[in-house]
């Protein structure tokens, strides 16, 4: 299994360019989630999706998108990037969201995002 | 508000020497806590959880956590730190109002020979 992946690894973007950053799981999971790591802030969730075909805003949504395209896989999209969202993005899987042990998180790679 | 916290920014040990990473949480009803692990350019690993039982939680790598619900404490231990121990580590607690996890800002072990 390759768990969660995501696409592309490192990006550079130009103030209000646009950009879709891929992810996909292949653990059957249903719940789905985006976020984003800053230096001394952790990591923030943006978008989430609970199930197949919905999708809920986390903590710092402004500025982005997102699709729940199938089971498998969850796009976030930057419809026109900013400086402020320069960081590192991380997709994460989960059997359930809410369910005890079967929240556990598991997440991709990353993605690193410059935007100048 | 649900909250949760990681006091050290980083922490040091001599490679062979117990090592504590601390968390302590603000949660209504009874936490749902984690630890992840991540290493230089990667995503985080989960290492272990306390959701319900033992006190007392082991996980990957040799790692274990003790849940202090008096003290609100869940706290990250190994006996023995290796040098490949070094990497950021974040605590985090599910919010019991949105199911969602609320995670700290992460503290830098580093292990030294």
């Known amino acids: 299994n390759a768990g969660v992946t995501q696409t592309p690894k490192f990006q550079v973007l130009k103030t209000g360019q646009s950009m879709t950053l891929q992810c996909a799981q292949d653990m059957n999971h249903n719940s789905m989630y985006w976020y984003r790591q800053d230096p001394g802030m952790g990591l923030r969730l943006i978008y989430y999706s609970a199930s197949e075909g919905t999708t809920d805003k986390g903590e710092v949504p402004n500025g982005y998108n997102v699709s729940r395209l199938n089971k498998r896989e969850f796009s976030l999209r930057l419809e026109s990037a900013a400086p402020s969202q320069t960081s590192v993005y991380f997709c994460a899987s989960s059997e359930a969201l809410g369910q005890g042990a079967r929240e556990t998180q598991y997440f991709g790679p990353g993605t690193r995002l410059l935007v100048l | 508000a649900q909250s949760v916290a990681q006091p050290e920014d980083q922490v040091k040990v001599a490679e062979g020497n117990p090592l504590t990473v601390k968390c302590t949480y603000s949660v209504s009803g009874n936490p749902y806590l984690f630890w992840y692990v991540q290493y230089p350019n990667r995503g985080l690993q989960f290492l272990l959880k306390?959701?319900?039982?033992?006190?007392l939680v082991k996980g990957s790598y040799g790692f274990e956590a003790e849940f202090n619900k008096s003290q609100t404490s869940f706290h990250l231990k190994k006996p023995s730190a290796l040098v490949s121990d070094s990497a950021l580590y974040f605590c985090?607690?599910?919010?019991?109002?949105?199911?969602?996890?609320?995670f700290g800002t992460g503290t830098r072990l580093q292990v030294f020979p």
């Open positions: 985090a607690v599910r919010d019991m109002n949105t199911d969602k996890l609320i």
């Open positions: 306390y959701i319900t039982g033992d006190n």
